[in-house]
């Protein structure tokens, strides 16, 4: 009990600090903002289909860029140290990061969505499954930036990695063109990357689409990436904390 | 470890690759003292610390720190204890009073409490007016004092000071040894490394010299002096110095050593009546002006000439600063 209040300490502090840094208002708020305005101006009623995929990348962008942020910003400055002298776990301090960058990603993918379904004329079908793929989602792309950001020094750095991962997982997880329409082998990385859950969950939960699994499968799988991301990310980042401190 | 010892260091060793930065070092530190670690920079001062706290994994060797094994229990050595870093690397964001609170939370200080230890350490570290600001808006000496305070917030009984005053001005120098001072004075075990000789000697009951990973003496400022009591001192201002002169008095018979410092030389014998009227000859034969001549006792800064062989020089070279708030 006592680790996670302090994790929750971590992340308000990261929240009240980080949110108002230019990196993360342009990868993590005005990219996703821009990408929605483009689509809905071009074609308003069309915007529709891809309203799943947009709130997806959202939360990909959001989350990844305020995790790459928090870490690579801390780790230049020495307060990454600070932590890592303070009675904490581990685990704490990753849990710290990871639940300040899902609940920021968290809060600008609601702002957008909110904003979005009323104009379209969309409702949510699901909302508790609506929510939990938000959720599982938020703290999967968290946990993919920290890992992402744990090994490079500077924040242009762990940006540019992000994007190596974040612009083809774009094209791959059925954002803008079905998976299911892509040639193969493409579909193969598709099904590897966790956006094609999230994006495949919301469109069972805002379009009636059956979607390429069903929704309960694309949690369960959702669930394994959290899982799988977090005994990784914690591997790296003790290692990497072993190799630098 | 005996019952007074708050730390006992056996064997610790660190190396990256083929380097060995601490070379297998043993000591103890009693409850309540001021225990100095004295060397020239990369001496394996910091990485001893940093192995003592939890930072880094020592190769070999280990510590208790207030009983608990530096590998096996490291939370709960970092709950006894408090380090300022070489860096003062608090939040550049947050202000001095949040970044107090902030400290509190991680160490886990009830809640009433947070904000009334924040407090008070800001009133007893001078900072009552420089509350609300910023960390980066703070001067280099005030984030030092925030720094100290930081690690204070949750009461602990051993201080670990990383080259405390290194790159300060005087003023803030002197006013931060004050509150080391005073912190001993309140019964906290105060470990602290430094190469200012002149810092050890007025801060620390005992200190260890380190020098390339070892430790060659570990006492008292008035022992270490005594081991070279039978050493005396000759002092002679002149009205200037040049190379040539410089190397017409190194090579002398007699003398074991010169220090220079300004137009004054100290030069270190055990024959001072003997050597003197040479000297003093050889100045005047170098059309130099003897300006002062003096003869002083030992002070900590020859003793550590005599004992490690290096130029005290060496000891007043800082650490180029690191990139991020200091």
Known sequence: MDEIKKSYFIAKKDMGTYYLKPPLISWGLMLPIVFVLAFYFRNPIGIKDVVPGLIGMTLLFSSTSMAAIVITFEKRIGALERLLLAPLEIRTILFGKTLGSSVFGLVITIVITIFLIPIIGLSINYPFSFSLIIILSGIAFSLLGILISVGVKEVFEAMTMSNFFRFPMIFLCGVFFPVSSMPFPLPILSYLLPLTYTVDGLKHCLLEDKGIIPLSLDLLILLGFVILLYGLSLFIFKKRIRQEF | ?326
């Open chain 2, 1 to 326: 470890m005996k019952n007074d010892n708050v730390i006992g260091v056996n064997d610790l060793t660190k190396s990256y690759g083929p380097i060995l930065a601490v070379d297998h070092i043993s000591f103890d530190v009693k409850e309540g003292e001021i225990f100095g670690f004295l060397g020239p920079n990369g001496a394996g001062k910091t990485t001893t610390i940093r192995m003592m706290v939890g930072l880094t994994q020592p190769s070999s060797g280990t510590a208790l720190v207030d009983g608990h094994d530096i590998l096996k229990e490291p939370v709960e050595v970092k709950r006894t204890i408090g380090l300022v870093p070489e860096t003062s690397n608090l939040y550049s964001e947050l202000t001095a009073l949040d970044n107090l609170i902030y400290q509190a939370e991680l160490y886990g200080v009830p809640r009433k409490e947070r904000k009334n230890r924040g407090f008070h350490l800001i009133e007893e570290f001078g900072l009552k007016e420089h509350q609300d600001k910023t960390f980066q808006a703070l001067s280099r000496g005030l984030k030092r004092r925030l720094t100290i305070a930081a690690a204070l917030v949750h009461n602990p009984k051993i201080l670990f000071l990383d080259e405390p005053t290194t790159g300060l001005d005087v003023m803030s120098a002197r006013g931060l040894r004050k509150l080391i001072l005073d912190s001993k004075k309140k019964g906290l075990t105060i470990f602290l490394t430094t190469h200012y000789i002149p810092e050890a000697e007025s801060l620390c009951d005992r200190i260890a010299i380190i020098v390339k990973g070892k430790i060659r003496i570990i006492d008292t400022p008035e022992n270490i002096k005594a081991q070279v009591k039978e050493t005396e001192i000759l002092e002679i201002g002149l009205d200037r110095i040049t190379e040539d002169l410089k190397n017409k008095l190194l090579f002398m018979e007699g003398i074991e050593k010169i220090l220079i410092a300004e137009n004054r030389i100290r030069f270190q014998t055990k024959s001072i009546d003997q050597v003197t009227p040479h000297i003093i000859k050889r100045i005047e034969e170098q059309g130099a002006k003897i300006k002062s001549i003096n003869t002083l006792s030992p002070s900590l800064e020859d003793a550590f000439v005599t004992l490690t062989g290096l130029d005290s020089e060496l000891m007043k070279i800082d650490k180029p600063v690191k990139g991020g708030p200091e």
